[in-house]
């Protein structure tokens, strides 16, 4: 009974070396932010390169960052071919826009209001794009900028909650560390009082399991212990 009990201490102490809550916390993070960039990515990439949106390729970039001169510079305002594929796409970005929000909801919500805010901005430049109030060049470079705002944001975020996690991390692993002793003292302890005819003979003190000590008293083939709280 004794060694199944020894067995089933060392069996919690190898699953707690598995990682703490925080690390294994961050690998959900990351999993799941990776999981939201990529699907993003192909929702607007499809959007990009549909049939309909074919007019704007030659004016927008797939990823704002990415602007040329000419792009940024474009004095032309959208012609009605151009203002009917902005419309056409539009509801299908907003899916894609959608998405990405629900995607990061699930593990880093302090980001939602700057992709909401981003989204609107953008939603506003695109009235004024079909309404030929702003040149193509204009839109070209508020799409920029506010991808290298939310990009900014985005990493400011990763940051915090990074450091945020590390710290935990470390507390955890230092509670763990303590857990494990505390099982090791209490399985030794078991061990010892198990098998009395193992202990030395005298007065002494066995390990403490970290919520008592025992004292023992060995006469012969006797053993008295009292354990102290």
Known sequence: MLRRTWIGLLAIISLGSCGTPAQRQYQAIVANNQMTVEQAIICATAVYNAPE???????????????SLAQISDP??????????ILAGHP????CQQQALDGVVRSTRRLVPVLSQAYAEGDNDTV???QRKLTWGQSNTRRRDRALTMQAAIIAEADRVTAGL????????QQQI????????????LDAISRPSR?????????GSGIMNTNCTRYGNQTQCQSIY
């Not at 202990?199 to 390990?207: E, H, R, S, T």
Request: hydrophobic share 35%.
């Open 53 to 67: 949106t074919a007019p704007l390729r030659p004016h927008v970039p797939l990823d704002p960052r990415q602007a």
């Open 76 to 85: 032309n305002y959208p012609n009605p071919e151009e203002i009917a594929a």
């Open 92 to 95: 299908r970005l907003k899916a």
């Open 166 to 173: 590390q710290q935990q991390h470390a507390l955890q692993q």
């Open 128 to 130: 004024l794009l079909t």
């Open 199 to 207: 202990l030395p003979p005298g007065a002494y003190q066995l390990p």
């Open 178 to 189: 303590e857990a494990q002793q505390q099982l090791l003292g209490t399985a030794a302890y």
